[in-house]
């Protein structure tokens, strides 16, 4: 299975940011994965920021929720991220990833919940 993540490097404040993750080597509609974006931004640790399940189920952080969004093409077998009003705190590495299984709480967050990430892509807000 891999991960690859695709869209702008580079978004100006209060716009949204759009990331698309294409998925190959397997469905996203398979039982019974987790499809997560996450971020790392510059000098922290990892955030999960939400996941969309092979069934359509949506999941979001309770500190991102009220801005973000995520949905799935099953068609073209990508899922889509999109973070409204960004601001220069949303700079970040953003990843997505797998998870084998249903996470709850905390357990979003853990690395070693998810078997296959994508290399990341950066994503810098800036005017």
């Known amino acids: 299975v891999q991960l690859q993540e695709s869209g702008p490097g580079l978004v100006k404040p209060s716009q949204t940011l759009s990331l698309t993750c294409t998925v190959s080597?397997?469905?996203?509609?398979?039982?019974?994965?987790?499809w997560s974006w996450i971020r790392r931004p510059p000098g922290k640790g990892l955030e999960w920021m939400g996941a969309i399940a092979y069934s359509g189920s949506t999941y979001y952080s309770p500190f991102l929720k009220s801005r973000t969004s995520i949905s799935s093409d099953t068609s073209t077998n990508q899922f889509t991220l999109q973070l409204s009003s960004v601001t220069p705190e949303d700079t970040a590495v953003y990843y997505c990833a797998r998870a084998p299984q249903r996470l709850y709480g905390n357990s979003w967050w853990r690395r070693e919940e998810y078997d296959y990430w994508g290399q990341g892509t950066q994503v810098t807000v800036s005017s």
């Open positions: 080597g397997g469905s996203i509609t398979t039982n019974y994965y987790y």
